[in-house]
Nanobody, 124 residues
């Protein structure tokens, strides 16, 4: 059963912006850590950003200063605002939720629920 659904992907020019949205229609993730991951062809899945239940956000060095993760628990929605896009940002982007207590939030295995992904393509 689909738990999360991403939207907002598409094509953008280098230097442009996109905002990704992750929504849950029937489950409350307020107590979960929410993460955005991406995976490009031939590459490992990479944790882009995550935000815990208190609203603390952490970013990968590759996107720090360019991407912003935020959440609206009342609507069970998580956002990823992407600015100053680069060609290397092109990937399938996934939203994930996990009850991470002592685990590593950078590890995809710590997340219980995933969306189907939304494609982001940045043209140079």
């Amino acid at each position: 059963q689909e738990k999360l659904k991403e939207s907002g992907g598409g094509s953008a020019q280098s230097g442009g912006s996109l905002r990704l949205t992750c929504e849950s229609s029937n489950y409350a993730y307020g107590s979960y850590c929410m993460g955005w991951f991406r995976q490009a062809p031939g590459k490992e899945r990479e944790r882009v950003a995550h935000i815990d239940s208190y609203g603390n956000a952490v970013y990968a060095d590759s996107v720090k200063g360019r991407f912003t993760i935020s959440r609206d628990n009342a609507e069970n929605t998580v956002y990823l605002q992407m600015s100053s896009l680069k060609a290397e940002d092109s990937a399938m982007y996934y939203c994930a939720a996990g009850r991470i207590r002592f685990g590593d939030p950078l590890n995809p295995d710590e997340y219980n629920f995933w969306g189907q992904g939304t494609q982001v393509t940045v043209s140079s």
